[in-house]
């Protein structure tokens, strides 16, 4: 008989969101295992998702706030709840959310129950669970250092408790994943059973061209200079928008950002840059078109910078790039040193630029979308199980 098991994941972003990330991607793949049920309970009360909601009347949103993405993966997306800030009513938010699914759902029933978690907030529903429940798993998939993202890092008193939250809750769980090296050296002091399981792509999306071009980019098709592209968030605090000015400027190229833009200090910088006729902010694209951008393109850029917070990511979009076998020119960062014989590495805007005037190279191309073939959200997702089987 096949032992049934609920999975209920805190998430720090919406099933419905328009780019996807390790929880969704894992979440949707879980779902379609044989005995696992999930419950994905989303960021609660967000600004930004009530704002998408109005703007693509998406009524559903504020009248079923529960609702089922397949037969066995259900959403919890309690837009009333503030689970993410508001003091002492984050904390009843939390006890409230606990309430509701065991309401939603009889978690008696099934044989074994997993918390994964991705919300470090998720720590004040957690802490709740009496000794009788303690049999439920707790597994803290990390796969960012919150505590240098802008929203903690601008607010002192946000950032301690975030710190303070977030040890606990390592020290707690039975299991901590993270994606990246330094995250798993920040970890293993906290919890001994600790383990690092990169960041991976979707291989069989991005690994060739369905020909879905949009109509305003025609263009890529026929123009000379070589394609640099970018896909992504464009924001200020993880990408370098200095060695975009400067790289910029060497005509041979044309840039093309693709993603929404979320810049904040440095504006002017980026209104600069985008009044250069080389460059194209075109906006976030649809997933199921994107591959077909990259590979229209000559060469997928990952200009980040070099700071705090990117030291700790590991940025999904590395294995996206390689399915497709196109040249990869990236920023040096430790958390994929391991993978730098599959792309190009620069430490400064002068080595960008070499590296972006080399040709690809074809054995290295195929290289590149084997190891991406053998790096799937598959393969994520079962070396997670292997270690709860363990």
């Known amino acids: 008989m096949t032992q049934s098991t609920l999975v209920i994941c805190f998430s720090t972003a919406s099933l419905k969101a328009e780019i996807w990330t390790n929880k969704q991607h894992l979440m949707s793949r879980l779902s379609k295992k044989n005995g696992y049920k999930v419950i994905y309970v989303d960021q609660g009360m967000s600004t930004r998702e009530f704002k998408k909601a109005v703007r693509d009347r998406d009524w559903e949103y504020f009248l079923k706030p529960t609702w089922k993405f ?114 798993f050296n920040d970890k293993k002091n906290l919890n001994n059973n600790t383990h690092y399981v990169h960041n991976v792509g979707d291989y069989e999306h991005f690994k060739e061209s369905d020909g879905l071009l949009p109509k305003e980019l025609d263009y890529l098709i026929s123009i000379s200079e070589k394609k640099i592209v970018y896909a992504g968030v464009i924001d200020d605090y993880k990408i370098d928008l200095e060695l975009i000015d400067h790289v910029s400027d060497q005509k041979q190229f044309h840039f093309l950002f693709l993603g929404p833009v979320r810049v904040d200090k440095k504006k002017e910088l980026f209104r600069k840059i985008k009044e250069k006729k080389n460059v194209e902010f075109f906006g976030l694209v649809e997933y199921k078109i994107l591959p077909s951008i990259l590979h229209e393109c000559d060469v997928i850029w990952l200009p980040y910078q070099k700071n705090e917070h990117t030291k700790y990511v590991f940025p999904l979009k590395l294995f996206e790039a390689f399915a497709t076998g196109k040249q990869v020119v990236g920023r040096d960062l430790n958390s994929y040193s391991s993978f730098y014989r599959y792309m190009q590495i620069f430490r400064d805007s002068e080595e960008a630029i070499l590296e972006l005037k080399k040709e690809n190279d074809t054995k290295t191309a195929l290289e590149r979308k084997n190891f991406a073939k053998e790096n799937s959200w598959d393969s994520r997702l079962n070396k997670i199980l292997k270690i709860l089987t363990n």
Request: hydrophobic share 35%; aromatic share 16%; proline share 3%.
């Open 70 to 183: 397949n037969d066995n993966l259900k959403c919890l997306s309690f837009y009333f709840l503030p689970l993410i800030k508001g003091g002492w009513l984050k904390k009843l938010a939390w006890k409230i959310l606990y309430y509701l699914i065991k309401k939603t759902e009889d978690i008696t029933k099934y044989d074994r129950v997993i918390f994964w978690v991705y919300e470090p907030q998720s720590w004040y529903l957690i802490n709740q669970i009496n000794s009788q429940d303690r049999k439920w798993t707790v597994l803290y998939d990390c796969v960012d250092d919150f505590k240098s993202q802008p929203f903690y890092a601008n607010n002192k008193n946000r950032k301690e408790e975030l710190i303070e939250i977030e040890k606990e809750l390592v020290q707690y769980a039975d299991i901590v994943t993270t994606t990246s090296k330094q995250l």
